[in-house]
């Protein structure tokens, strides 16, 4: 599957921003997808995901936050971004997972967005 994510930015701090993340190539319904984000100088980590069905999970750091959801006539994945902060600034990854349900887990994503800069000035 090839994924094509959109919709960075530069922002301030306690604004909004919008992810798009749109898939091609294979079934995008079935699997849950995942967003995931690096900073600068620190390891690849776990922002959202969401499931074939629509749960949902968060990382702790963006909860209340966040909010990823899919459209699956539009095999689109959404990450909407609130009240961000300088902390959040990241290339911000989308990614198809390998299993039904929401996972944290990188290596249980197959296929890798190309990445979109998000920067939140203070």
């Known amino acids: 599957v090839q994924l094509q994510a959109s919709g960075g930015g530069l922002v301030q701090a306690g604004g909004s921003l919008r992810l798009s993340c749109t898939a091609s190539?294979?079934?995008?319904?079935?699997?849950?997808m995942g967003w995931f984000r690096q900073a600068p100088g620190k390891e690849r980590e776990f922002v959202a995901a969401?499931?074939?069905?629509?749960?949902?999970y968060y990382a702790d750091s963006v909860k209340g936050r966040f909010t990823t959801a899919r459209d699956n006539a539009k095999n689109t994945v959404y990450l909407q971004m609130n009240s961000l902060k300088p902390e959040d600034t990241a290339v911000y990854f989308c990614?198809?997972?390998?299993?039904?349900?929401?996972?944290?887990?990188?290596?249980?994503?197959?296929?890798w967005g190309q990445g979109t800069q998000v920067t939140v000035s203070s």
């Open positions: 190539g294979r079934t995008f319904s079935s699997y849950a």
């Open positions: 969401v499931g074939w069905s629509g749960g949902t």
């Open positions: 990614a198809h997972a390998k299993l039904k349900f929401p996972t944290l887990i990188a290596a249980e994503h197959d296929s």
